[in-house]
């Protein structure tokens, strides 16, 4: 269960960035909130890694 939950982070953090990219150019703000989601996701990953 474990892995599956860390597996999932890991998916959300990468379809955060994907949103973030693709949003850039429309809108800033709601781009820089995907981008700390991502990086909120990924850190978690890491952490329950640990």
Avoid: D, E, H, Q
Avoid at 13 to 22: K, L, M, P, S, T
């Amino acid at each position: 269960m474990s892995t599956v939950f860390i597996y999932i982070l890991f998916l959300a953090a990468g379809f955060a960035i994907g949103g973030a990219f693709a949003m850039w150019k429309v809108n800033k703000l709601a781009s820089g909130v995907l981008v700390a989601l991502a990086i909120l996701a990924a850190a978690s990953g890491i952490l329950r890694l640990i």
